[in-house]
């Protein structure tokens, strides 16, 4: 699915409009869709019947992928930024519908959705154009907590993947070129007023990293007095 007013070259396809995708209770399913009036909207289906959730889709403008809490009845949703319109970020409590917390951005694209296996922890990444200069955004969403607070880093480097720490807090964030890259772990337990970086892994020009120490890094809080620190690794070359 690509909107008309999308370069295709801009924006890349996540996923197939027929592909469902399950809650993790096993109680929905659901998939993207456009509504006969050309709305982009998300279809939930309950199960075993298959039928509509209360016989109506969820109205998605824009959206182009959608991701299931790991484990809650929760699903966020990203839609990229069109004309003069932001990209948006939410996320949806199922069967409610409620709007557990959303956000806008501009000038930003290929927006990447991360969750933390316990759904605790939401990461989305993406990049922001703004004239000639390209910067690299995440955004970390503290799912857990009352009205989900936020959090933002945004980066020079090119982020090329994260990772959250199994049951925990930590996030391991590769930026860089693909021979020639940097690991930053951070931690979302912190309780200063901003989210700071303090140290990072540095990669040689080899597929497995060696790690030295670098400059620090801050990120600028969106909403609450959260820290997001982060941890020094050093390993040598293989």
Known sequence: KMHENIRHDAVQQLQDPNRLKWSPDGKYVAKLDIHQSGTD???????????????????????????????????SYWAPAVGNLPAGIHIVGIPDRNDICSRKLYQVQ?????????????????????????????????????????????????????????????IA????????????FYSMSGVAKDVSATGVSAAAERNIPGLAPTVSKKALPVKEKKEASIEEKKESPV
Not at 173 to 184: C, D, K
């Open 41 to 75: 909207i998300i279809s939930i289906f309950e199960l075993p019947s298959m039928k509509l959730l209360d016989k109506k889709s969820l109205v998605a403008a824009g959206a182009l992928d959608f991701s299931w809490s790991p484990k809650k009845n929760m699903f």
């Open 110 to 170: 290929d927006g990447t959705m991360v969750w933390q296996d316990q759904g605790e922890y939401l990461c989305v990444y993406m990049t922001k154009v703004v004239g000639k200069k390209r910067t690299f955004v995440l955004m970390f969403f503290r799912v857990k907590e009352p009205d989900c607070p936020v959090e933002q880093l945004e980066l020079t480097d090119s982020v090329r993947s994260v990772s959250w720490e199994p049951s925990g807090d930590r």
């Open 173 to 184: 964030i590769v930026t860089g070129e693909a021979r020639l890259f940097t690991i930053s």
